[in-house]
């Protein structure tokens, strides 16, 4: 009881609104859920009497149960203080739980137990389990409103030395932000370059002379001059 004292002091509200409808809906399946009729052989009368969640169990019972004492270990581990991540976070879960029991019990209005030919009502305790699974589903919504989202995900040693070797200045290969270098162009400005180049870039994209060859078009030899006389041959 000291444990279960703790835990609750361990919890915030909303944890502990979620706590309480999960409680209240495992206590109700202890409720009269549905009324039966027999024939009494004897006497010839009918008699009615009432049954529990588990007078019956089937599929839905089961999953009921399950969904309320799930919540209440979540809840319990929780106030633990263990981690884990759950998807959507505890409020999505909470949520979800909540809304699958409230369709498993509406689902047992269409598909109620067998009566042996007799029909078969529905009790009180079916309707305040509806209002329970409804009051699981609204604190789950409440709790993934104000929940704060869980830690990202750690990543690999591997990733994270490989992007510090890529940011380390000086190391080959490593990256660098563009618009960071200034070239100078053909007018002689000094104009920010498009991309900042490595020099074994820039050794690639440098011009290579030309050998072996001359001008194009030859220059003429001599400019001549219309007031100079022409001169001749020997």
Same mark, same amino acid.
């Given at each position: 009881?000291?444990?279960?004292?703790?835990?609750?002091?361990?919890?915030?509200?909303?944890?502990?609104?979620?706590?309480?409808?999960?409680?209240?809906?495992? !206590?109700?399946?202890?409720?009269? =859920? $549905?009324?039966?009729?027999?024939?009494?052989?004897?006497?010839?009368?009918?008699?009615?009497?009432?049954?529990s969640?588990?007078? *019956?169990?089937?599929f839905?019972?089961?999953? #009921?149960?399950? !969904? +309320?004492?799930?919540?209440?270990?979540?809840l319990?581990?929780r106030?633990?203080?263990?981690k884990?991540?759950?998807?959507?976070? *505890?409020?999505?879960?909470?949520?979800?739980?909540? +809304? =699958? @029991?409230?369709?498993?019990?509406? $689902?047992? !209005?269409?598909?109620?137990?067998?009566? *042996?030919? $007799?029909? !078969?009502?529905?009790?009180?305790?079916?309707?305040?389990?509806?209002?329970?699974?409804?009051?699981?589903?609204? @604190?789950g =919504?409440?709790?993934?409103?104000?929940?704060?989202?869980? /830690? /990202?995900?750690?990543?690999? &040693?591997?990733?994270?030395?490989?992007?510090?070797?890529?940011?380390?200045?000086?190391?080959?290969?490593?990256?660098?932000?563009?618009?960071?270098?200034?070239?100078?162009?053909?007018?002689?400005?000094?104009?920010?370059?498009?991309?900042?180049?490595?020099?074994?870039?820039?050794?690639?994209?440098?011009? #290579?002379?030309?050998?072996?060859?001359?001008? $194009?078009?030859? +220059?003429?030899?001599?400019?001549l001059?219309?007031? *100079?006389?022409?001169? &001749?041959?020997?």
């Open positions: 009881m000291t444990r279960l004292a703790h835990a609750w002091r361990a919890l915030g509200a909303e944890q502990r609104l979620t706590a309480v409808a999960a409680l209240a809906l495992l !206590v109700t399946m202890f409720f009269p =859920w $549905y009324s039966l009729q027999s024939l009494n052989r004897r006497s010839g009368a009918i008699y009615s009497h009432s049954i969640a588990f007078g *019956d169990v089937s839905v019972e089961a999953a #009921i149960f399950l !969904v +309320a004492a799930g919540v209440l270990g979540m319990f581990a106030a633990e203080g263990r884990f991540q759950l998807p959507g976070g *505890d409020g999505t879960i909470v949520m979800l739980a909540g +809304a =699958w @029991a409230a369709l498993l019990i509406f $689902y047992r !209005v269409f598909s109620r137990p067998a009566g *042996d030919g $007799y029909p !078969v009502g529905i009790e009180w305790g079916f309707f305040l389990a509806f209002v329970a699974a409804g009051g699981l589903a609204l @604190a =919504w409440r709790t993934r409103v104000l929940e704060r989202p869980g /830690p /990202p995900l750690t990543r690999s &040693r591997e990733r994270r030395s490989r992007e510090r070797t890529r940011r380390a200045p000086g190391a080959s290969g490593a990256f660098q932000e563009p618009f960071a270098a200034e070239e100078p162009f053909a007018d002689g400005e000094v104009r920010p370059a498009a991309q900042a180049r490595s020099p074994a870039q820039r050794r690639r994209s440098a011009p #290579i002379p030309a050998q072996g060859r001359g001008q $194009y078009p030859p +220059a003429p030899p001599e400019q001059s219309f007031e *100079d006389p022409p001169t &001749r041959g020997d």
